[in-house]
């Protein structure tokens, strides 16, 4: 059985990005905030499909169909490790387009790793922040 740390943290993402993150294609994670965290933290698939306009794209793009796509589960493991102002440049490596870059935090992304099977968290998240393998209490 894999070892589970109910100390790590987990950050919520939207489908497709969240299966592109682990898979190690999405290295840059596209946030309106900066973020102080830096190191291994979990990723969490969120019940919505992203609306995002390039999503149609990146499924096609991927191979990947939206109905197939585990949601409401830990898909894996990413490290955070950095954090600065989005450019136009972080398009590619975050599948988004330059435009939706503007005013916005690139989240750098590195050691990908996703799990063999998703696993179901044990509470439910509370934002885009949440510890999947501690209980509620």
């Given at each position: ?5 109910t100390?790590?943290?987990?950050l ?11 898979r ?20 969490y ?29 830990v ?6 490790l ?15 387009t ?40």
């Amino acid at each position: 059985m894999m070892f589970l740390d109910t100390n790590r943290i987990a950050l919520c993402v939207q489908q497709p990005w969240a299966e592109l993150i682990v898979r190690g294609i999405k290295q840059i994670e596209i946030r309106s905030q900066a973020t102080t965290v830096r190191g291994p933290i979990y990723v969490y698939a969120t019940a919505p499909l992203s609306r995002h306009p390039g999503t149609d794209r990146n499924l096609v793009k991927h191979r990947l169909t939206a109905e197939e796509l585990p949601r409401q589960v830990v898909l894996g493991t990413v490290h955070i490790l950095d954090c600065r102002r989005a450019t136009s440049q972080d398009a590619r490596q975050a599948l988004v387009t330059g435009a939706s870059l503007r005013q916005k935090h690139a989240w750098l992304l590195g050691e990908p790793q996703a799990f063999e099977e998703p696993i179901p968290a044990r509470s439910a998240p509370y934002g885009i922040w949440f510890y999947p393998f501690r209980e509620q209490g």
